[in-house]
């Protein structure tokens, strides 16, 4: 079956712009998460959903960021006014209630 | 915040060695995970722990949740060309935190098998 897919796969934007990434989870996933993964790093956990509820945004860095499931299903995460340090490859997640977390390929962002 | 640290950060073997590669934390957790992570892909769960002291295998890898919850290991037997790839450990459900969904991962280990 289709698994969680992302888009856009590669976003390049000029410093000071909003971007908005898309996160379509696999059908039947309750729960969505955001990661963003340097080069050369792990994965570092960003926020998290049950269905429309947004339960953990701790990881979030600054108001800049933020992220909304609206219906339930697709999530997006908006970045405002982007900064350099923002490029970083931007991963979703989604799992069954306390299941495991399935990824999906990313979005490559790069603010120049 | 949490960290965990993972190591060698990096292994060159031939095919056919074993590998082993860990992971420590200064908290506990309640899960401890491990992904492999290929050239352009997300991370793939290949093992995960849930109680402590569980030992347990999947084909050539197996990978034990330590004892005080504040570590893990894996090990990779007679490694082939195709475990090429990033290993992370990671943990969940830390003891101390809410948040269940979080996953806090190490900083990978790179592993190069020459045939």
């Known amino acids: 079956g289709a698994g969680v897919s992302q888009s856009p796969r590669y976003k390049v934007t000029k410093r000071g712009q909003d971007v908005a990434l898309r996160c379509d989870p696999i059908?039947?996933?309750?729960?969505l998460y955001w990661y963003r993964q340097a080069l050369g790093q792990g994965p570092e956990f960003l926020t998290y959903?049950?269905?429309?509820?947004?339960?953990?945004k701790s990881g979030l860095p600054n108001d800049r960021f933020s992220a909304e499931r609206p219906e339930g299903s697709i999530s997006t995460l908006t970045i405002q006014r982007t900064e350099q340090r923002d490029s970083a490859m931007y991963r979703c997640?989604?799992?069954?209630?306390?299941?495991?977390?399935?990824f999906g390929p990313g979005t490559r962002l790069t603010v120049t | 915040g949490q960290q965990l640290n993972q190591s060698p950060q990096s292994m060159f073997i031939q095919e056919g060695e074993d590998v082993s590669m860990n992971c420590t934390s200064s908290?506990?957790?309640?899960?401890w995970l491990w992904y492999k992570q290929d050239p352009g892909e997300g991370p793939v769960l290949l093992i995960a722990?849930?109680?402590?002291?569980e030992l347990t295998s999947n084909g050539r890898l197996t990978a034990q949740f330590g004892i005080t919850r504040k570590d893990s290991f894996l090990n990779i037997s007679a490694s082939i060309p195709s475990d090429v790839g990033i290993y992370f450990c990671?943990?969940?459900?830390?003891?101390?935190?809410?948040?269940?969904?979080?996953?806090?991962f190490g900083q990978g280990t790179i592993l190069t098998v020459h045939p």
């Open positions: 997640a989604s799992s069954l209630p306390q299941g495991e977390q399935y």
């Open positions: 059908s039947g996933h309750v729960s």
């Open positions: 959903f049950n269905y429309e509820a947004q339960q953990d």
């Open positions: 908290s506990i957790f309640n899960t």
């Open positions: 722990l849930y109680k402590a002291g």
């Open positions: 990671a943990g969940q459900g830390y003891a101390g935190g809410t948040s269940y969904g979080k996953l806090t």
